[in-house]
């Protein structure tokens, strides 16, 4: 059963750093593009970044460019999702999914999701 797993979430104070994982298992991932989206009480899903199948090539949203960084270890079926300078506007659920496609921020484009782990910024 193809399955991914996000943890690391967490309360951190405002400025400081996180850094979430995503574990995946069932299936290859390694041909899958990566992304990291995130759903705040109250609003859409929103996404965050995504990763290349092979590592070399990234795109976040503007909301987080410069703070945040994606990172993959396909040896480890592991992506994280680093998130630094952290501001209360980033509290959220954060999910990692997984595409066939790359460069692509809308949900519908996704095929696997993970349960999401909260994250929460104290002001």
């Known amino acids: 059963q193809e399955q991914l797993v996000e943890s690391g979430g967490g309360l951190v104070q405002a400025g400081g750093s996180l850094r979430l994982s995503c574990a995946a298992s069932g299936r290859s991932f390694n041909s899958y593009n990566i992304a990291w989206f995130r759903q705040a009480p109250g609003k859409e899903r929103e996404f965050v970044g995504v990763?290349?199948?092979?590592?070399?090539?990234?795109r976040m949203a503007d909301s987080v460019e410069g703070r945040f960084t994606i990172s993959r270890d396909n040896a480890k079926n592991t992506i994280h999702l680093q998130m630094n300078s952290l501001k209360a506007e980033d509290t959220a659920v954060y999910y990692c999914?997984?595409?066939?496609?790359?460069?692509?921020?809308?949900?519908?484009?996704?095929?696997?999701w993970g349960q999401g782990t909260q994250v929460t910024v104290s002001s």
């Open positions: 990763i290349g199948w092979l590592g070399s090539r990234t």
């Open positions: 999914a997984a595409t066939k496609l790359f460069n692509v921020a809308s949900t519908t484009h996704y095929t696997y």
